[in-house]
C-alpha cells in the first residue's frame, strides 16, 4: 500500500520562508511531485524529483531522500498568492501510466 | 497548446438524471485521467486510459461509465448518481511518467 504524510495546515507571513514536508512509505517509487492547489482550482505542476537533491525553480525548491522516505518543498519570499494547498504525490514504481497516489495536501495560510 | 479543458464547469442535476462531463487536450499526451475531489481533500483516482484503452478502474460504481473516443478526448458518463457523489470532477492527461496536467475541472452537485 501506499502512505504519503503532510501537516495539514501551515501559517506563515509575507516573505518569509517556509518549508513543507512530506514523509512517504511506497511499495514502490518512481518520482515525487509538488503540486500547488488554489481553493476551487485544479492543481497546478510545482515540481518533480526522482534522483535525491535539491531542484531549485525560482522561489520554489524541492529536495528528495529516498533512502529516508522523504521530501520538502520550500518556498521563499512568500508573497499572499502563495495562500494554497500544497499536494506531495508519489509516483509508483512498474507503473508506466503515471500513476500518482496524493498526500492529504497542506493548506498555507500567508498572512501581510 | 499545453492546456486541458473540461466541460461543463458547473453541473447540477437529479439521481434520475444522465448527463456527461467531457474532457479535451491537444498535447498528444496518451495518457489521461479521472479524478474526484471532495473538500478539503486529495483528488481520488477514478480511471486511466491509456492510448484509448482503459487500464485502471479503481472499482468505481457502474453509475459512472469513462468512455475515450479518441486520443484527445475523454467523457465520463454519469446516470442514477446520488447526492454524495458531488464532488469536482478532474481530469487529467500525461505523457507515460511525466507531470499531469489537470484541466479546470467540473463542480458537480446531484440533488
Known amino acids: 500500500g501506499q502512505n504519503i504524510d503532510q501537516p495539514t495546515e501551515m501559517t506563515a507571513t509575507e516573505g518569509a520562508i517556509v518549508q513543507i514536508n512530506c514523509t512517504y512509505q511506497t511499495s514502490g517509487f518512481n518520482g515525487l511531485f509538488w503540486y500547488q492547489q488554489h481553493a476551487g482550482e485544479a492543481p497546478t505542476f510545482l515540481s518533480y524529483n526522482v534522483l535525491d537533491g535539491l531542484e531549485e525553480k525560482g522561489r520554489f525548491s524541492s529536495f528528495l531522500s529516498r533512502s529516508k522516505g522523504y521530501s520538502y518543498l520550500l518556498l521563499k519570499e512568500l508573497q499572499m498568492k502563495d495562500s494554497a494547498s500544497y499536494l506531495c504525490a508519489v509516483a509508483d514504481r512498474g507503473s508506466t501510466l503515471g500513476r500518482l497516489y496524493f498526500g492529504r495536501g497542506t493548506q498555507l495560510t500567508v498572512w501581510p | ?111
Not at chain 2, 486541458?4 to 442535476?13: A, C, S, Y
Not at chain 2, 475531489?37 to 483528488?43: D, E, G, I, L, N
Open chain 2, 1 to 111: 497548446d499545453t492546456e486541458v479543458t473540461q466541460t461543463p464547469k458547473h453541473l447540477v442535476m437529479g439521481m434520475t438524471n444522465k448527463k456527461s462531463l467531457k474532457c479535451e487536450q491537444h498535447m498528444g499526451h496518451r495518457a489521461m485521467y479521472w479524478y474526484k475531489q471532495k473538500a478539503k481533500k486529495p483528488p481520488e483516482l477514478m480511471f486511466v486510459y491509456s492510448y484509448e484503452k482503459l487500464s485502471i478502474n479503481e472499482s468505481v460504481p457502474s453509475r459512472f461509465s469513462p468512455e475515450c473516443p479518441n486520443s484527445s478526448l475523454l467523457n465520463l458518463h454519469l446516470h442514477a448518481l446520488q447526492p454524495e457523489d458531488s464532488a469536482l470532477y478532474l481530469c487529467a492527461s500525461s505523457q507515460g511518467l511525466h507531470e499531469q496536467f489537470f484541466g479546470p475541472g467540473t463542480r458537480l452537485t446531484v440533488l
